[in-house]
C-alpha cells in the first residue's frame, strides 16, 4: 500500500485507537494536517501550544489513554516543552508529533528551525528524529509503546516536511508483547523480606503515590491493605487510589497533608511506599523521616530506588505482580494484631478534626459542598497548582483513582484549564470540575475558548483571592509579610468568560455560590465561578520546612 509519510502517520494513530488529537497546524506540519482532514480521529484546535499537550495530558490522566499531541516546527514545538515537562514529571503517558523543516535544510537554521529533540531529552522518555520514511510507520508504533509501557512518560517524534510528503510502501498492523513478570531469585527473597518487615512491625503505614495509578494497580493495593489491616496515606499524585470512604484511609500525607496522616507516617515503624519517589515535598527532612522506620519502596523504575531517601528494601518490578504475590503470602501467614495502632490513630483523628465553617466564603468549605451536591455523579475533578490545589486535595471526597487530576512535580501553573478539556473529551459521560486560582486562570484562560468550540460542559471554579496566594502564603510567614509581586490588581472574569461564550457568575458568599454551582450542574456549556475569598486565607495545616513531616507552622 503506497502512502503518504503523513498517511502512514493517521494510519498508524488508528491502528493505536486514537480517536482525538489536540493541536495547533503551521507550515512543516501541514502535510499532517492535510492528512487529518480526512481521517475519522477528532482534532481539537487549542489557542497554544501549550494548551495541546496539557489537554493530551489531562486527556490521558483521565482515561488511561496514550495522549496525543500536534505543533509545526520551531515556535510550535518549544510551545510544547512546559506540557511535555509535566507529563514527564507525572507519568502520564503523552505522544507528541512536530513538523521539522526539511532534511535538507537540517542544521542549517532554516526558518523555523530548532533542535527539539535536543531540547527535549531531558523531559521525554524517549524522542525521534524521523530521518527515512521506510522507519516512519515503526517509530510511530514504538514511540506508543514507550509512552505506555513501564513507568509511563511522553515521548516525542519529529518528523522532517520532506519526509510527511514522501511516498512509500505501508504495511499495516502491529502488537507487541508485555514483558513477563519477574521471576528473579533476588526479587522474590525482597518481597519475602518485605513481608516478613510488616508481619514483625508494630506501627506499619501504607504509602501510595501516583505509580499506583500509572499502573492502574489500585484495587491491588486496597486488596492488600485489607488483608494485612494496614492503615494508608496518599501522596498528591496517589488521590483516589483509595477513597475517603475507605476506614483504613487517612488522608494525604506531605507539606500540607492531613494531620492524622502525617503524624502517622512519623510515627511508624514500617513504611510501605509504593509508586511514589519520596520527593522532599512528602518527607521534608529526609534523615528525620526515615528515623526509626524501615522503608520498604515498591516500583517498576529502578532509578527511583533510593534516590530521595535510602530504602531498607527494594522491590523493582511490575506493581501488579508485587502487590499480588505480597497479598498471596499474607493470606497464608497468621493475621497481626494492630489494634493498639489503629486506636493511636482514631485518637489522632478526634485530635484533629477537621471542621468547616460556612459564615463567609472559603475554599474548604466549597470543595466540601461541591462533593457533596456532586455525588452520585461521575466526575472528573482537575486543578492548578496552589493554594486551591492543597485546598482542593484536602477537602474534595475523592473516591476513584481517574476522579483526580493535579499537576504534581514540575508544579506547572496554567495545566488546569487545557488539562480539563483533555479530561472532559476522554469522558463525557463524566462531569469535569476544574478548580483553579486567578493566577493560574490567566495563564492559559484562553483555552476557555476551547472549550466552548468543543462544545464541552465544563465547570470552571476560580478561586479569586486577588493574589498568587501560595507565594503570598510563603511571604506571610517566612518573609515579614513582605508581598513582592504577589498582589494582582482586580480582573473581570465574569466579562471575559462572556466574551469566550462561556456562561459566568460573580459570588461572595456561600449562598451564592450554592445557587450558582447547582446552574453550573444543568449547563450544557461551559459555566464559570469566580469565588471570592479572602486574600489573607491560608492553607492550613502546614509543615515547617525543613522539620519533621508532624511539626506544623499552622
Same mark, same amino acid.
Given at each position: ?11 498508524? %494513530? ?42 493530551? @495530558? ?74 527515512? %520514511? ?27 516536511? @520532506? ?20 521471576? @528473579? ?99 521534608? @527532612? ?201 498582589? %494582582? ?66
Amino acid at each position: 500500500m503506497q502512502l503518504s509519510g503523513s498517511e502512514m502517520i493517521v494510519k498508524c %494513530l488508528l491502528e493505536q485507537n486514537v480517536d482525538t488529537v489536540f493541536g495547533y497546524p503551521g507550515g512543516a506540519i501541514m502535510p499532517l494536517y492535510d492528512a487529518l482532514y480526512d481521517a475519522p480521529i477528532r482534532h481539537v484546535l487549542t489557542v497554544h501550544e501549550q494548551g495541546a499537550a496539557h489537554a493530551a @495530558d489531562g486527556y490521558a490522566r483521565s482515561c488511561g489513554k496514550v495522549g496525543v499531541c500536534i505543533a509545526t516546527s520551531g515556535p510550535g514545538a518549544t510551545n510544547l516543552v512546559t506540557g511535555l515537562a509535566t507529563a514527564f514529571m507525572d507519568s502520564s503517558p503523552v505522544v507528541a508529533i512536530t513538523g521539522q523543516v526539511a532534511t535538507s535544510f537540517l542544521g542549517r537554521d532554516a526558518f523555523q528551525e530548532i533542535d527539539i529533540v535536543g531540547m527535549t531529552m531531558s523531559v521525554t522518555k524517549h524522542n525521534f528524529l524521523v530521518r527515512d %520514511l521506510s522507519s516512519l510507520a515503526e517509530i510511530v508504533r514504538m514511540a506508543f509503546r514507550i509512552a505506555a509501557s513501564g513507568r509511563p512518560g511522553p515521548v516525542l517524534i519529529d518528523v522532517p516536511r @520532506d519526509i510527511l510528503l514522501a511516498q512509500g510502501e505501508f504495511v499495516p498492523g502491529f502488537s507487541f508483547e508485555k514483558e513477563n513478570a519477574s521471576t @528473579d531469585v533476588s526479587y522474590q527473597q525482597a518481597v519475602i523480606s518485605a513481608a516478613d518487615a510488616i508481619s514483625n512491625s508494630e506501627r506499619p503505614v501504607m504509602l501510595v503515590g501516583g505509580g499506583i495509578k500509572a499502573g492502574q494497580t489500585w484495587e491491588e493495593a486496597r486488596k492488600l491493605a485489607d488483608t494485612i489491616g494496614i492503615p494508608a496515606v496518599s501522596t498528591l499524585m496517589g488521590l483516589g487510589a483509595f477513597s475517603v470512604k475507605d476506614a483504613g484511609f487517612l488522608g494525604m500525607t506531605g507539606m500540607h497533608g492531613h494531620k492524622t496522616a502525617n503524624w502517622a507516617v512519623s510515627e511508624a515503624d514500617v513504611i510501605l511506599g509504593i509508586g511514589t519517589r519520596f520527593n522532599d515535598r512528602i518527607t521534608s @527532612d529526609c534523615s528525620k523521616y526515615v528515623q526509626g522506620k524501615t522503608i520498604i519502596h515498591l516500583d517498576v523504575d529502578p532509578a527511583e530506588m533510593s534516590k530521595n531517601i535510602p530504602a531498607d528494601i527494594m522491590i523493582i518490578g511490575d506493581l501488579r505482580q508485587t502487590l499480588n504475590t505480597l497479598n498471596d503470602l499474607f493470606l497464608q501467614r497468621p493475621s497481626v494484631d494492630f489494634s493498639a495502632w489503629r486506636k493511636k490513630i482514631a485518637n489522632w483523628r478526634q485530635e484533629f478534626p477537621i471542621e468547616y465553617k460556612a459564615s463567609q466564603l472559603n475554599a474548604p468549605w466549597m470543595m466540601k459542598h461541591m462533593s457533596e451536591n456532586i455525588a452520585g455523579k461521575s466526575v472528573v475533578w482537575v486543578t492548578d497548582v496552589g493554594q486551591h490545589q492543597m485546598w482542593a486535595a484536602q477537602h474534595l471526597q475523592i473516591g476513584t483513582p481517574r476522579e483526580w487530576i493535579s499537576p504534581g512535580g514540575l508544579g506547572t501553573m496554567g495545566f488546569g484549564l487545557p488539562a480539563a478539556i483533555g479530561a472532559q473529551i476522554a469522558c463525557p459521560d463524566k462531569q469535569t470540575v476544574l478548580v483553579v486560582g486567578d493566577g493560574g486562570f490567566k495563564m492559559t484562560g484562553m483555552e476557555l475558548y476551547t472549550a466552548i468550540n468543543a462544545k464541552l460542559p465544563l465547570i470552571v471554579v476560580i478561586i479569586n483571592n486577588q493574589a498568587l496566594g501560595m507565594v503570598r502564603q510563603w511571604q506571610e510567614l517566612f518573609f515579614q509579610q513582605r508581598y513582592s509581586a504577589t498582589i %494582582l490588581s482586580r480582573f473581570d472574569f465574569v466579562s471575559f468568560s462572556h466574551a469566550c461564550g462561556a456562561s459566568a457568575v460573580e459570588v461572595f458568599n456561600p449562598s451564592e455560590f450554592s445557587s450558582a454551582f447547582e446552574q453550573a450542574l444543568q449547563s450544557e456549556r461551559a459555566f464559570v465561578i469566580v469565588a471570592n475569598v479572602e486574600t489573607g486565607d491560608l492553607v492550613d495545616p502546614m509543615v515547617s520546612p525543613g522539620q519533621s513531616i508532624n511539626q506544623f507552622v499552622r
